[in-house]
């Protein structure tokens, strides 16, 4: 079993920048592909970013490359996503995710654990 809280959302001006955080616990959190999900109103949610249980890989949506980084922390067990030069598209909340299995990490059904979700607000 392994729980996730996210922190760090918040209410930001286009252009500008945020750090969401995630911590898990658990014994095992080098053994989970982390990434982060996001969910606007009226929207599907929505693969943002994974990264892989060493941290040596990373993959983000098309529409966040180049704005979003994110990182991990084994000795922590924690998980970031820098957020910037952002739009107000970018408006959601925020889910922080993990899954064993290395595969599709794209999608929404095959993640085992979520967070309970930070809201990001972006204004124009």
């Known amino acids: 079993q392994v729980q996730l809280v996210e922190s760090g959302g918040g209410l930001v001006q286009a252009g500008g920048s945020l750090r969401l955080s995630c911590a898990a616990s658990?014994?095992?959190?080098?053994?989970?592909?982390m990434g982060w999900f996001r969910q606007a109103p009226g929207s599907e949610r929505e693969f943002v970013a994974a990264i892989s249980g060493s941290g040596d890989s990373t993959d983000y949506a098309d529409s966040v490359k180049g704005r979003f980084t994110i990182s991990r922390d084994n000795a922590k067990n924690t998980v970031d996503l820098q957020m910037n030069s952002l739009k107000p598209e970018d408006t959601a909340v925020y889910y922080c995710s993990a899954r064993q299995r290395p595969y599709n990490i794209r999608v929404v059904t095959t993640v085992d654990y979520w967070g309970q979700g930070t809201q990001v607000t972006v204004s124009s």
């Open positions: 658990g014994r095992t959190f080098r053994n989970y592909v």
